[in-house]
């Protein structure tokens, strides 16, 4: 659940957490801990101008801001290592082509055998 998510149904300060930061090929997560307020937009023209972005077609209606008031990075003995497909491609090419190798000898072992 996003932040945005939790703070739909608030009209006050909340308290929020957040993971931010997260590399689950180095098993590192940092999460923040803190204050949240969300306001309409109207509120705070000056600031809704500095968060509006171009990559969007969508319109800012609500702005929240996070008061941080601890952080933690979590215990990597709890984050499942997760790879790209290109980096498991690098690591096991080797291993792949070891496999080839030993296929095909495997593959002319059998026909000497056959003959």
């Known amino acids: 659940m996003s932040l945005y998510d939790r703070l739909a149904h608030t009209s006050s300060v909340r308290r929020v957490q957040q993971e931010m930061g997260s590399s689950t090929a180095a098993r590192r997560r940092l999460k923040l801990f803190g204050?949240?307020?969300?306001?309409?937009?109207?509120?705070?023209?000056?600031l809704t101008e500095r968060l509006d972005s171009p990559r969007t077609e969508g319109r800012v209606e609500q702005l929240v801001t996070v008061r941080v008031e601890a952080f933690a990075w979590n215990c990597p003995n709890h984050i499942t290592p997760r790879f790209t497909r290109r980096e498991l491609s690098d690591a096991l090419g080797p291993v792949h082509d070891r496999i080839a190798r030993l296929e095909q000898e495997n593959a002319a072992l059998r026909a000497r055998l056959a003959t």
């Not at 204050?35 to 000056?46: F, I, L, Q, S, Y």
Request: hydrophobic share 40%; charged share 25%; proline share 17%.
């Open 35 to 46: 204050r949240a307020t969300a306001v309409p937009a109207d509120e705070n023209p000056a």
